[in-house]
């Protein structure tokens, strides 16, 4: 998922950081048997995916990749697995390369 910078945008860094302190204070209030703390912890992780998608909505989420670069990104896949699959193959194509 790195590879995909899945993730890294700031609507999912704020909407991951809200909901983490959601958990943190349904967590507390878990531990001190207090009912009230606890669901508002709750309100607080739902806000915060709620955040997320809004941030995403406005475009600060990940942009949807264009139909040709889906596309080209298949076919250059098909061609590398094309490419290690025919033996003999490889040495020509780093001569062509160079």
Known sequence: MAGSSHGHTPAAWTGVTI??????????????ANQAGFWA????????????LAMK????????????MVQ???????????ARSEPGTQGQTQAQTV
């Open 72 to 82: 080209a990104r298949a076919q250059a896949a098909s061609e590398q697995v094309q």
């Open 57 to 68: 909505a406005a475009g600060l989420g990940m942009p949807k990749e264009s139909a040709a």
């Open 19 to 32: 909901s983490f302190f959601g958990f943190c204070i349904a967590g507390v209030f878990m531990v001190a």
């Open 41 to 52: 912890g709750i309100a607080v992780i739902l806000l915060g995916g709620v955040v997320g």
